[in-house]
Nanobody
Framework: QVELVESGGGLVQPGGSLRLTCELF????????MGWYRQPPQKERELVAL???????NYGDSVKGRFTISRDNARHEMYLQMTSLKPEDTAIYYC????????????WGQGTQVTVSS
């Protein structure tokens, strides 16, 4: 069993930046495909970005060129650098230890709220 803890959310103005952090406890983050998901108000949870053990990355169309996913295996941490934020990026952001490139795993953190508003 693993525990995932997200942090770094907050209120930011449009065009601003935030960096989210996901800590994994209970296993080695380097072994897994890790993903960032988000759930906007009244909408389904969606995949934002993922990173594989080999470092391959993939992004949702709505965040390409603005968000960057990375990981620090020694710290068991994953990050999401978000720039040029838009109001539609407002959501609860979750990290996940994924089953494969398209399927989330059962382990979710508590999420971190990102609000983009002027």
């Amino acid at each position: 069993q693993v525990e995932l803890v997200e942090s770094g959310g907050g209120l930011v103005q449009p065009g601003g930046s935030l960096r989210l952090t996901c800590e994994l406890f209970g296993n080695m983050i380097s072994n897994y495909i890790m993903g960032w998901y988000r759930q906007p108000p009244q909408k389904e949870r969606e995949l934002v970005a993922l990173i594989t053990p080999t470092g391959w990355k993939n992004y949702g169309d709505s965040v390409k060129g603005r968000f960057t996913i990375s990981r620090d295996n020694a710290r068991h941490e994953m990050y999401l650098q978000m720039t040029s934020l838009k109001p539609e990026d407002t959501a609860i952001y979750y990290c996940n230890r994924m089953r494969d490139l398209s399927t989330p795993g059962d382990d979710w953190g508590q999420g971190t709220q990102v609000t983009v508003s002027s």
